[in-house]
């Protein structure tokens, strides 16, 4: 007898509906659905390793010669595909660079990959913290850059460190001196490795920094699908050799990534790639434009503003609305639910929205009369609050990410095998954490395993859960910690 079960919707058709909805996509991925990059019936494209189709593990063919098209283009020694995310360049690049318990330097505002693969390799890491720069980027509390001198102190401090690794641009999109920081790596000998996934676009327009290759990085890893038209999970790591071994990054490239390559994926890695080196030079003119007339238009807000930085490349709109009587949550779910527009991130007093070469004037437009409308009822609203001599709500103390030095109690590998027990947060103050802490986005830990939960710890995340935040490793008031005796 057949089965007679009846499916539910699911996630296909569930997609289909979302994306018939006219939502304005102000995030991720790059290609914005934008109709001038879709592909006939991707499932005639979606093959596997038959003659004539070349291997992503040992290309010898059309994908070789695109990967050394990349690498002219770019200048670097070797560029390779990534089907897997940035998330296993990462973990490929460390792997490479690294052996079992060696001591790394790490930028404490690393993605959760940096984290994973000290895990796994069991690395003893040291961390620089961003930088204090006072003013409105600290009361956000968006992280600034990482210091050359700080790096430098750290190394003097650390003899035995095998390689730094630090993000640049980060969510926000400040940009760090690589250039500095490559240069005081160098002196100990030792590779730099660059998380530039929110980078990817710095190469095709002057407007935006050099790119950490550019810069002297030895491995720099960029997502294709954050900031440029390509498909979720494409990305590109790009590798100069001396103080990195090819044999190794080749090694752990093949570890880490499917051993069942999309050429879909590929295949749409190429056409991004083959737009940026055509239409696209033109377009990205198009688009620095349309970023420039956005900024514009914003100087007129009153109770909302954006958040600019000489540190931060300009793609990323960051909203900020600390004088405002709203957090960043609430203007997310504002243009979500009035005005159909769904940003990339909120947190604390802040909303970044992300756009790309595929956001055309009409979405800047679009956003632009959103958030004048929402202003201006904010601002009235300020100005009624001033007039009635009431207190403001704006500025009162929203979450925003704390980059205290959390007290170490052990390795977070070491934490991997001791057992664990669920505690409310409110009495988990002195206990070390089981798992990693983080808001997600972005995936940058505010608790490693094995760190001591302070006070001020539990009161932030306390505040973050009072904040509609969703924070992994903390769910429905309890958190797990270590049981250590």
């Keep these: 007898m057949k089965c007679s079960v009846q499916m539910k919707q699911g996630l296909y058709e569930t997609l289909t509906e979302y994306c018939q909805a006219d939502i304005l996509p102000m995030h991720m991925p790059g290609h914005k659905r934008n109709y001038k990059f879709q592909m006939e019936n991707p499932y005639e494209l979606d093959v596997t390793e038959v003659p004539g189709l070349d291997n992503l593990h040992q290309p010898e063919g059309v994908i070789r010669e695109l990967m050394d098209q990349i690498a002219k283009e770019y200048r670097s020694e070797a560029s390779f595909l990534l089907v897997n995310g940035s998330t296993c360049g990462i973990l490929a690049a460390i792997t490479a660079c690294c052996r079992r318990g060696d001591r790394i330097l790490v930028a404490r505002n690393c993605h959760k990959a940096v984290y994973n693969a000290i895990r796994l390799l069991e690395l003893r890491p040291v961390y620089v913290y961003p930088s204090a720069e006072g003013g409105e980027m600290e009361a956000l509390g968006i992280a600034g850059i990482i210091s050359p001198e700080d790096v430098e102190g750290a190394l003097e401090e650390y003899a035995d460190i095998s390689c730094a690794v630090i993000t640049s641009p980060t969510y926000e999109g400040i940009v760090s001196p690589v250039s500095a ?12 490795i660059v998380d530039e996934a929110h980078g990817a676009h710095f190469h095709w327009h002057e407007t935006f920094p050099d790119t950490a290759l550019t810069e002297g990085a030895d491995i720099v890893i960029e997502s294709l699908h954050k900031t440029l038209p390509a498909f979720t999970q494409t990305g590109v790591l790009h590798a100069r050799f001396g103080l990195v071994k090819k044999e190794f990054l080749t090694w752990s ?39 420039e007339w956005f900024r514009q238009e914003m100087k007129a807000l009153r109770a909302l503003r954006l958040f600019e930085s000489r540190w931060k490349e300009p793609s990323k709109l960051v909203i900020a609305t600390d004088r405002a ?35 055309e004037r009409k979405s800047f437009e679009r956003l632009a009369s959103a958030l004048r409308e929402i202003d201006g009822e904010l601002a009235e609203k300020l100005d009624r609050q001033a007039f009635e001599n009431v207190e403001s709500t704006a500025g009162k103390k929203s979450f925003c990410y704390d980059w205290h030095r959390p007290v170490p109690g052990m390795y977070s590998f070491e934490a991997a095998y001791f057992p664990k027990r669920r505690v409310p947060l409110h009495e988990a103050a002195g206990e070390l954490a089981a798992e990693p802490v983080y808001p997600y986005p972005p995936g940058i830990p505010l608790l490693v395993e094995g760190e001591k939960i302070s006070r001020e710890m539990v009161e932030l995340l306390e505040r973050a859960a009072g904040q509609q935040i969703s924070v992994h490793g903390v769910a429905d008031g309890f958190i797990n910690v270590l049981v250590t005796e």
């Design 253 to 291: 490239l093949q570890t880490y990534q499917s051993s069942s390559p999309s050429y879909l994926l590929m295949a749409g890695a190429e056409r991004c790639f083959s737009y940026l080196m055509g239409k696209g030079r033109e377009e990205m003119q198009r688009y620095v434009s349309d970023l």
């Design 325 to 359: 009587s709203v957090q960043g949550c609430g203007l997310a779910d504002r243009l979500r639910e009035s005005y159909r527009i769904e940003t990339e991130m909120s947190c604390g007093d802040y909303v970044i929205a992300m756009t790309s070469i595929a956001d």
């Design 181 to 192: 920081i490559a240069d005081v790596v160098h002196k100990r000998k030792i590779p730099l």
